[in-house]
């Protein structure tokens, strides 16, 4: 869908969302005041979420549009956020790759069948996402048609090569990337064969989202802090690249998600994205100053800091803002430095929604 040759005539509905806050925060432009949307905001720490968690498996509830589209309407339902974001997993593609994928209560997802070999390596599939990951493309399209009533953008997502590798590789989280390393290190032929197939479905997943509606996408590269900026740079920069450049082909504004990233951000920028996703370990202000004025930059309150007394959020939340508006330029989308917490109370997210939403810098 050609997003820039759309006529206001032809999409009026589409008006106040292309001017929405969030939307043009992307954009670096100017905005009333300062857009607000939470990574992970669907999720546990909610009740509604729990309750549909006591009759569906995560899985299960990915896979049936309808119920994703709920999950995904619970926190707008509940919040003034900004933006809404597809509910679904970064890891479903690799079941679409021929890996076996489950979540296992207390321990997280679990693949029985990692890729470890040449043979492993070259069995993957390489499919379309019309195929695979039709039920997160459904939902998008429902969840596009609920947000339009209220103006509000919906966020797609996708894993970054170089995070999905790791999970294909170690079969489950990792601590050291011991075995995604080791292949990187020792196999490097064999590392690009397996980056160059996840780069195609990462690419094509997240053009497909757009085109069913997704407004912006977000790629999350969250254990990429784990690699030295040499091997980054090597071994994983120019896979970002290519799956953020088949993303952009939609023409929507694609915001790249790193944790750790202090020494690597400019590398991070280089890869690509209209706007850069920092976490808590770096001062806001100087991680813009590093990336420099052709980004956005999101972030990047400490997820914790949530579970402070409330004249201490409020104090660091205060502080994120400050940061952002030291740079003296428009761009800024607040949100935590990674997925917020199980367990974070409902109430206190409501006052920080609010709180960013009413701050004005002295
Ligand atoms: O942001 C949103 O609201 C959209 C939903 C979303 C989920 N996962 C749902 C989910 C998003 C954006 C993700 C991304 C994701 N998934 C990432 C990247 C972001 C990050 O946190 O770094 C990663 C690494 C995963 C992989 C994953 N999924 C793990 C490690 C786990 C288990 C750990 C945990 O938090 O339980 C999941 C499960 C998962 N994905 C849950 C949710 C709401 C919780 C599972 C449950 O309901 O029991």
């Known amino acids: 869908m050609p997003t820039t040759t759309m006529t206001p005539e032809q999409e009026p509905q589409n008006v106040s969302l292309a001017n929405s806050r969030f939307l043009r925060a992307c954009r670096r432009e100017s905005v009333d005041t300062t857009p607000i949307w939470l990574m992970r905001q669907a999720g546990r720490y909610m009740a509604e979420y729990r309750a549909l968690r006591e009759r569906y498996t995560i899985l299960e509830l990915i896979k049936a549009p309808e119920l994703a589209c709920e999950v995904t309407m619970q926190p707008i339902n509940a919040f003034d956020l900004d933006a809404g974001i597809i ?54 399209r429902l969840a596009r048609r609920e947000l339009d009533g209220r103006g509000l953008p919906l966020i797609g997502f996708s894993g970054a090569p170089f ?79 290519r799956a953020i450049g088949i993303a952009r082909q939609a023409g929507v504004p694609v915001i790249h998600f790193g944790t750790d990233t202090n020494g690597m951000l400019e590398l991070i920028r280089d890869a690509g994205g209209d706007v850069i996703g920092v976490d808590w370990r770096i001062n806001l202000a100087e991680a813009w100053q590093r990336l420099g004025n052709g980004v956005s930059i999101q972030g990047n309150l400490d997820p914790v800091a949530l579970f402070a007394p409330w004249p201490e959020l409020r ?38 929604v609010d709180f960013v939403h009413e701050y004005r810098v002295p």
Do not use: C
């Open 163 to 241: 995070t999905l590798a790791s999970y294909a590789i170690e079969g489950g989280s990792s601590r050291n990337h011991v075995h995604a390393k080791s292949l990187m290190m020792g196999e490097p032929a064999l590392w690009a064969r397996l980056m160059e197939k996840l780069t195609e479905v990462v690419g094509q997943y997240l053009l497909a989202q757009a085109r069913a509606g997704a407004n912006a996408l977000q790629v999350f590269d969250s254990w990429v802090g784990q690699l030295s900026p040499d091997d980054y740079r090597r071994h994983v920069l120019p896979y970002s690249q």
């Open 87 to 140: 509910f679904a997993d970064i890891l479903p593609p690799l079941e679409g790759m021929g890996l076996h994928l489950e979540f296992i209560k207390g321990e997280g997802p679990h693949i029985d069948n990692p890729v470890r070999t040449a043979a492993d390596i070259d069995g993957l599939r390489v499919t379309l996402p019309e195929e695979s990951l039709w039920f997160t493309l459904e939902a998008v």
């Open 315 to 352: 104090e660091r939340a205060r502080r994120v803002l400050d940061s952002a508006a030291s740079a003296g330029r428009p761009g800024h989308i607040f949100n935590l430095g990674h997925g917020i917490l199980p367990g974070t109370p409902v109430d206190t997210v409501r006052r920080l």
